[in-house]
């Protein structure tokens, strides 16, 4: 006998398989409501949450070929908007609706995950922990200069969202404490767009969902704090929100179903996997 063979319980082969046909299971299961549907379904509204919408759409897709769905972005006003104007099934929002938006369309709202909003810097630039003051005072253009905050003497340049924007919303109200935002800040239309800006400019700042911070950007802890999923659970870090999907009235067909399998067990787990929180 080798006595250095090695032998692999049978009960640790079993458990890998039984844990393999739960997680195929609760997927199939989840899927299953979608068997014998056919048409499209239109969405579009907050970038945030995009990346959950195209996993989400490609596992549908995946499971029922019969299904099309269109997902664009265009901010959370868009996504209010035109879900109440029936000009999409859902839209997607940063942001909860006001009580008059949500009166005046007749909207329905679903919270699917939670989010936090961060700025982020190049990787390379050393500032990357500031104070509230000093972040409200870069935003506001009374900081001009790393230098300033304790980087090289080079010019800040700042970058932002547009207003219909439930990041810029969020990161307005509670990260800047609803101050000024300078208007030679640049302006870029999506979390996704943002990200690329400040991953190619050195001397670059701006903020993006948590859900989109990756090694491209250095996350810039505010007040001593670290914006992350784990920060924004505990509670720890204060810049965060809901992320929400809309409809005119009741959702119905397509739309209710997609819905539905946002808080599945299999919708949920997308939401962790692309860096959000789940709300079960």
């Known amino acids: 006998m080798r006595k250095n ?98 009166q005046k369309f007749d909207l329905q ?65 509670k990260a800047l404490a609803k101050g000024d935002i300078s208007t030679k800040a640049n302006v870029v239309v999506s979390n996704g767009a943002m990200k690329t800006a400040i991953a190619g400019d050195p001397f670059a700042i701006g903020f993006v969902s948590i859900g989109h911070i990756d090694k491209s950007v250095a996350p810039v802890a505010l007040d001593g704090i670290t914006p992350a999923l784990t920060t924004v659970r505990s509670g720890e870090y204060h810049v965060a929100r809901g992320l929400y999907s809309l409809t005119k009235g009741e959702p119905t067909g397509l739309a209710k179903l997609f819905l539905d399998f946002l808080v599945s067990p299999t919708g949920q787990q997308i939401v962790a996997d692309k860096g959000f929180i789940p709300v079960k």
Do not use: C
């Open 109 to 173: 709202l679903l919270k699917w995950a939670v989010d936090g909003v961060g700025a982020v810097v190049h990787p390379t630039n050393k500032v990357q922990s500031l104070t509230s003051t000093q972040l409200q005072a870069i935003y506001a253009g009374k900081i001009g200069n790393w230098q300033e905050v304790g980087g090289v003497d080079r010019q800040i340049n700042l970058y932002t969202r547009d207003e219909a924007s439930g990041t810029r919303k969020v990161f307005w109200n």
């Open 5 to 102: 063979s090695i032998s692999i319980p049978l009960v640790t082969i079993t458990s890998v398989v039984v844990l393999f046909f739960a997680s195929w299971s609760i997927a199939a299961g989840d899927l299953s409501p979608f068997d014998q549907q056919k048409g499209t379904l239109r969405i579009a509204g907050g970038t945030a949450h995009i990346p959950v919408m195209k996993e989400a759409a490609k596992q549908i897709i995946n499971y029922n070929p019969q299904i099309h769905i269109s997902i664009a972005g265009g901010g959370s006003g868009l996504g209010i908007k035109q879900a109440g104007e029936g000009l999409v099934d859902i839209g997607n929002a940063g942001r909860k609706p006001s009580d008059q938006e949500i």
